[in-house]
């Protein structure tokens, strides 16, 4: 499956952003998807994850209740509405489809979009 993000952009601090992960190639509904982000000098870390049905949602305490992540299989897209954002928010945002594993480890995900640049100025 192939993933791209977008939606990324410059936000104030308390603003909001709304990024999207559209697939093609493999049945899009088949995979679990998750959310990682990236800051420079930092390690790729877990945001949120989504099951395959939409049933399962899990999410980062750091965002936990100012980000909500959602999924339309009809059209093979998967959203990240970002609320109340922080300057510590500000990272490289990747999409990511599950393959095997726990949902909040970047090892169990095989398949990975470009990235999108969040950037939070305070």
């Known amino acids: 499956v192939q993933l791209q993000a977008s939606g990324g952009g410059l936000v104030q601090a308390g603003g909001f952003l709304r990024l999207a992960c559209a697939a093609s190639?493999?049945?899009?509904?088949?995979?679990?998807m998750g959310w990682f982000r990236q800051a420079p000098g930092k390690e790729r870390e877990f945001v949120a994850a989504?099951?395959?049905?939409?049933?399962?949602?899990k999410y980062a305490e750091a965002v936990k209740g100012r980000f909500t992540i959602s999924r339309d299989n009809a059209n093979n897209t998967m959203y990240l509405q970002m609320n109340s954002l922080k300057p510590e928010d500000a990272a490289v945002y990747y999409c990511?489809?599950?393959?095997?594993?726990?949902?909040?480890?970047?090892?169990?995900?095989?398949?990975w979009g470009q990235g999108t640049l969040v950037t939070v100025s305070s």
């Open positions: 989504i099951s395959w049905s939409g049933d399962y949602i």
């Open positions: 990511a489809a599950r393959t095997r594993g726990t949902y909040t480890s970047f090892l169990g995900y095989d398949y």
């Open positions: 190639g493999r049945t899009f509904s088949n995979y679990d």
